[in-house]
C-alpha cells in the first residue's frame, strides 16, 4: 500500500527509509543505496545463529515447567533493567540527532505538513530506531519460545517496544526540557554526556557487588542478584517487568498502556516544544558568551608546547570526545578499588586492567590528535618541522594516559616493588605502541567519528587488538613470573610469543604502514 | 631572500590527476603586486595554489617564493608566505586570540612581534569583541577574517588566497579587500582566485586567466582588453575561455 504523500505514514516511510540508509545501506558510493538481500545476508546468518544459540540456553534453562522459574523472572528483569538504560542511552543520542543534526527539520517545519504529525513520525523513528538493535538480539528467544510450545513469550515484541516508547519519550522530554532550561547549545553537549553516562551507569551498578561484597570468587553476579532478592515476593511489581518480557498477559498489557501514554501524552504536550526546541537550535552559532576583560596572549613558547597546548584545549573543550573517552575511564574505577583496597593483592588483575586501559585510551587519543586534525593544511604549509609536529603530537596523546595511571602504578611500586616496575614498563610500552600503531595505520576522521574510526580499517583494528592483548598478557605473565621461584618453561614461551605480539604489531603497523601519512 | 628575485616564480609547472589539472604552467608575480588567477571550474586554480603553498607536489616544473626554491627549502620558503584556501583552516574549539597564538607558533614568530601585530589585526578586522569566543560559533565572514588575521600574523611577503570574498557580506567584503590593498601597498604580495570578476577588475593590477591548466592570456586590464577587444573583464573572460 502507498501512503499518501504528505500524510503521517508517508513521513514514517521517508523516516524508515533515513533509517536505512544510515545503517544498512551500502557505504560505498558507486553502490546503489537501496534494499540489496546480499546486504542482508550476513545479518540473517547472525540472526540463524542466535536462534540456534537460544534453542540451547531456553530449552537448557526453561526445561519445560508449567511455571516461570523466579530465577528467571529475576534475570529478565535485570535484562530489562539494562536494556531500558541502553535504550535511554541511545534515545538520548538519537533525541539530539533529530533535533541538531539532522538538516531536514526545516524543511519540514516549513512544510503544510501539522507539527504534531512531525512529532509523532519523528518519536515514532526513535523508537523502531532504538528497538531495533534489541529485537534483533533479543526476538529469536521468543521465537524459540513458541517453537518449544511458549507462545506467551512473543510478549517480547510488545514489551520491548513499550520499552522503547518509554525510552524514547523519557529521552525526547528530557533533550526538550534542556533545551528549556540550558539552551540549544549546552543540550546538545549535556544530552550527549547523560546518554554516554547512562550506558555506564549499567557498568558500574554491575560492578557494585564485586567492590562492596566479600562474597566466595566464583559466585556468579545472577545468583547473587537471586539470593539478595529473595526478600521481594514473586508477585511483587518490582518483577512486573521481567514477568511481561515472559508472557504474563498482565504485566505485559502494564508495559505496553504505559508505553502507548508515554508516546501519546510526549506527543501531546510537546510538539510546540519541539518546535521552539528547533527554532533555539537555529541560533546555535551565535553563542552570547560576552567578552570577559582586556585581550591576553601567551605568545612565549616554543613549537611543541604550542602544539601541545593547543592538542589539550581541543579535547577538553570538546564534551562529546571527552564523554566518549571518559568512558573508558569508568572501567578503571574498580581497577583503583582493587588497587587501594587494604587486603587488594590482586596485582597481576590490577596490572592487566591499567595495561589493557592504558592502551585502549592511547589509541583514542593517538587517532583524536594523529588523524583527526582540524586544520592539516595550515600545519603542513607552515614552516614547522614536520618531525617536530609529529613527536608533539605524540606526546600530547600519551602524556595524559601516563599522567593519569602514574599514581596507581606509583602506590603498586610501593607495596610491590617488582610488580610495581613491570607494570610500568607495560604501561608505558603499550601507550607508545599503541600511539605508534594508530599513527602508521589509522585512517584520518573527523574527530565526532571517533567511535566509528575502526571501520572500513580492519588492518589497524587487528594490530591494535593483537598489540593490546599482547602487553595484557605480558601485563599478567612477568608479575607472575617475576614472584615464582622458578620459571616454567610454558609461562616463558608465554611471555616470549606475548613479547613477539607485543613488539611485533608495531613493527608490522610499520611496513603496512598509510603512505599518505 | 634575494630581493632582486620575483615574489612568484613558477616555471612548467605540472600536475596530473585522472587528466592534467596544471599543464606546463609559467607564472611570475613581481614583488609588491596583486595578481588575480582567473578560470572556470575545474582549470587548475586551486591545485596551482596548493602547489604553491606547498600542500601538493608537482609532477613536474619549479615554483620559487622570493627567490627560495620549495623543493629545495621547503621551509624557508614557507616562511615569507601564508596561504589562506575558501574553507578557513580554523579549529572551532580555540578563540580567535588561541588560534593567532598557535599560527604565530608555527611559523615561529617572536612573542614581542606577535602581540602588537594580533591586536592590530583584531581590531582592524572587527574582531576584539569576539576575542574570547570560541571560533565555532562564528559566521563564515567571521571565519574568514579570522583565517585572514592568522595568515597575516607572520606577516608574510606573500599572500596566496583561494576565493577569499567566497560568501562574505559587504560589511566583511569591505575589510578584506582594505587589508589586502593595505599588504600590497606596504610592499607585500597577493595572489588571489576568484569567482568575482568584479573584484579582479577593481583589485587586481595584473589578471591571468587559466584553462585546463594552462595560461592562456595575462595582462593589466587595459592589456585583455586591447587583446580581446571586449569591453568588461566579464565579456573578456567568456571570450577567452570560448563561453561567450
Given amino acids: 500500500m502507498i501512503a499518501r504523500p504528505g500524510s503521517a505514514l508517508w513521513l514514517l516511510h521517508h523516516e524508515v527509509r533515513l533509517f536505512w540508509y544510515t545503517t544498512l545501506a551500502s557505504k560505498k558510493g558507486k553502490e546503489p543505496r537501496g534494499f540489496h538481500w546480499k546486504l542482508l545476508v550476513p545479518w540473517l546468518v547472525i540472526w540463524l545463529a542466535i536462534h540456534a544459540g537460544g534453542w540451547y540456553v531456553v530449552g537448557k534453562v526453561f526445561d519445560g515447567a508449567a511455571e516461570m522459574p523466579q530465577t528467571l523472572v529475576v534475570a529478565a528483569s535485570m535484562l530489562l533493567v ?8 541511545s534515545a538520548l543520542k538519537s533525541s539530539v540527532e533529530v533535533l541538531f543534526d539532522r538538516g531536514d527539520m526545516d524543511l519540514l517545519l516549513s512544510s503544510p505538513l501539522p507539527s504534531r504529525s512531525i512529532f509523532s513520525v519523528r518519536l515514532a523513528g526513535v523508537v523502531l530506531g532504538v528497538a531495533s538493535l534489541y529485537l534483533f538480539f533479543l526476538a529469536p528467544l521468543a521465537h524459540v519460545g513458541l517453537l518449544q510450545g511458549h507462545p506467551r513469550w512473543l510478549a517480547l515484541y510488545p514489551v520491548l517496544l513499550g520499552m522503547a516508547a518509554i525510552a524514547s519519550a523519557a529521552a525526547m522530554l528530557l533533550t526538550l526540557a534542556l533545551v528549556r532550561w540550558l539552551g540549544a547549545r549546552r543540550t546538545r553537549v549535556v544530552a550527549q554526556v547523560l546518554g554516554a553516562l547512562a550506558g555506564a551507569l549499567l557498568f558500574i551498578l554491575s560492578q557494585l557487588p564485586n567492590l562492596a561484597v566479600q ?30 518480557l515472559l508472557g504474563d498477559p498482565m504485566g505485559a498489557a502494564t508495559v505496553g498502556v504505559v508505553a502507548l501514554l508515554a508516546f501519546a501524552l510526549t506527543v501531546a504536550l510537546t510538539h510546540r516544544s519541539f518546535t521552539r526546541g528547533l527554532q533555539l537550535t537555529a541560533g546555535i552559532a551565535k553563542p552570547s558568551t560576552r567578552p570577559t576583560g582586556a585581550l591576553r596572549f601567551r605568545f612565549h613558547q616554543n613549537l611543541a608546547t604550542t602544539l601541545i597546548r593547543k592538542e589539550w584545549r581541543l579535547i577538553l573543550r570538546d564534551p562529546q570526545l571527552i564523554s566518549q573517552v571518559l568512558l573508558q575511564l569508568l572501567y578503571l574505577i574498580p581497577v583503583l578499588f582493587l588497587v587501594f583496597r587494604k587486603d587488594g593483592a590482586q596485582t597481576l588483575a590490577v ?8 592502551g585502549s585510551l592511547s589509541s583514542s587519543l593517538a587517532w583524536i590528535v594523529l588523524l583527526s586534525e582540524d586544520a592539516p593544511d595550515l600545519l603542513q604549509s607552515s614552516p614547522a618541522n614536520p618531525r617536530t609536529v609529529r613527536h608533539a603530537k605524540l606526546a600530547a596523546a600519551v602524556g595524559p594516559v601516563l599522567a593519569l595511571v602514574c ?44 567511535a566509528r574510526r575502526g571501520q572500513g580499517n580492519g588492518v589497524s583494528a587487528i594490530f591494535e587488538l593483537s598489540h593490546l592483548f599482547g602487553w595484557g598478557a605480558l601485563a599478567f605473565m612477568l608479575p607472575y613470573a617475576a614472584n615464582q621461584a622458578q620459571t616454567g618453561l610454558g609461562m616463558a614461551a608465554g611471555i616470549g610469543f606475548a613479547g613477539a605480539v607485543a613488539g611485533g604489531m608495531p613493527l608490522l603497523a610499520w611496513v603496512f604502514r598509510r603512505r599518505t601519512h | ?92 574549539k580555540l578563540k580567535p586570540t588561541e588560534y593567532l597564538e598557535f599560527v604565530a607558533g608555527l611559523w615561529g614568530v617572536d612573542g614581542s612581534t606577535a602581540e602588537p601585530r594580533a591586536r592590530q589585526l583584531l581590531d582592524w578586522l572587527d574582531l576584539t569583541k569576539h576575542a574570547h569566543e570560541l571560533t565555532e560559533g562564528f ?18 611577503q606573500l599572500l596566496i588566497l583561494d576565493e577569499p570574498l567566497t560568501g562574505l557580506d559587504a ?74
Fill in chain 1, 82 to 89: 539494562a536494556t531500558f538504560l541502553f535504550m535511554l542511552s
Fill in chain 1, 215 to 244: 562474597t566466595g570468587a566464583s559466585e556468579g553476579i545472577l545468583a547473587r542478584m537471586a539470593r539478595s532478592s529473595a526478600d521481594i515476593a514473586a508477585d511483587s511489581l518490582v518483577w512486573l517487568p521481567g514477568r511481561a
Fill in chain 1, 351 to 358: 596490572g592487566t586492567g591499567l595495561t589493557l586501559l592504558c
Fill in chain 1, 407 to 450: 599514581v596507581p602504578v606509583l602506590w603498586l611500586t610501593w607495596r610491590a616493588p617488582v610488580s610495581g616496575l613491570l607494570v610500568a614498563f607495560t604501561v608505558c610500552g603499550v601507550a607508545i605502541g599503541s600511539t605508534l600503531i594508530v599513527m602508521w595505520t589509522g585512517k584520518p576522521g573527523e574527530r565526532s567519528a571517533l
Fill in chain 2, 1 to 92: 631572500m634575494k630581493m632582486e628575485s620575483p615574489s612568484l616564480l613558477v616555471s612548467g609547472l605540472r600536475k596530473q590527476f585522472a587528466r592534467p589539472a596544471v599543464d606546463g604552467l609559467d607564472l611570475t608575480i613581481a614583488r609588491g603586486e596583486l595578481y588575480a588567477l582567473l578560470g572556470p571550474n575545474g582549470a587548475g586554480k586551486t591545485t596551482t595554489l596548493r602547489m604553491v603553498a606547498g600542500l601538493l607536489a608537482p609532477d613536474a616544473g619549479r615554483i620559487e617564493v622570493n627567490g627560495i626554491d620549495l623543493a629545495l627549502d621547503p621551509a624557508g620558503a614557507k616562511r615569507s608566505m601564508a596561504y589562506l584556501p575558501d574553507d578557513p583552516m580554523l579549529y572551532g
Fill in chain 2, 139 to 156: 559566521s563564515r565572514g567571521m571565519k574568514q577574517k579570522l583565517a585572514l588575521a592568522g595568515a597575516l600574523i607572520h606577516e608574510p
Fill in chain 2, 171 to 244: 560589511g566583511a567584503s569591505r575589510q578584506v579587500k582594505d587589508l589586502l590593498l593595505s599588504h600590497v601597498a606596504k610592499g607585500g604580495t597577493v595572489i588571489l582566485t576568484t569567482h568575482i570578476l568584479e573584484v579582479a577588475e577593481r583589485l587586481a593590477q595584473r589578471i591571468g586567466i587559466i584553462q585546463h591548466g594552462r595560461l592562456i592570456a595575462q595582462g593589466t586590464l587595459e592589456q585583455l582588453r586591447q587583446e580581446t577587444e571586449a569591453e568588461t573583464l566579464e565579456d573578456m573572460f567568456l571570450q577567452l575561455t570560448g563561453q561567450a
